[in-house]
């Protein structure tokens, strides 16, 4: 990845100039991955994580980088409605080697079903969404239409 990311440096030297700056995001779960977020990016985005990853990731990657964990939630008044949209929802992912494996390091062994738990959040209601407005601003906006995926910074 890292040759990657000096590939894009690179690259960067001879591309047009945006008006506005993009900030480089890396899809990081672990350590390593974090670090070099940290090192070479404006942050990360780890995705198919539990809540408990947030201050993990927030202490890797230090005070002022950027941290947008995906954190999937079902709205749903049935629990175990909410519990089979949860379970449908990570099927895919329990499938593949990055996300079981970053699981795995948080402690979640092939038989625990609590990732269901942990990793996709249940609520009763909707109570509002934080949505970005402008580069750093967030306004909160009011629904009760049902989701399954949620992000926030």
């Not at 990845?1 to 900030?23: H, I, K, Q, S, W």
């Not at 947030?54 to 890797?60: C, K, V």
Request: proline content about 10%.
């Amino acid at each position: 990845m890292a040759r990657y990311l000096d590939g894009m440096d690179a690259a960067a030297e001879t591309a047009p100039a945006t008006e506005v700056p993009v900030p480089r995001v890396l899809a990081a779960l672990r350590p390593n991955m974090l670090a070099l977020a940290r090192d070479r990016a404006d942050g990360a985005h780890p995705y198919f994580v539990p809540v408990a990853h947030t201050p993990i990731a927030r202490d890797a990657l230090g005070p002022d980088k950027l941290l947008i964990p995906e954190q999937a939630v079902v709205v749903n008044t049935d629990p175990d409605e909410s519990r089979r949209i949860a379970r449908g929802h990570m099927r895919g992912y329990l499938q593949l080697p990055n996300y079981v494996n970053n699981l795995k390091y948080l402690g979640y062994t092939d038989e625990d079903f609590r990732a269901v738990a942990a990793t996709v959040s249940w609520m009763p209601s909707w109570p509002g969404v934080m949505r970005p407005t402008s580069p750093g601003g967030f306004e909160s906006t009011w629904s009760a239409a049902p989701t399954t995926c949620c992000c926030s910074r």
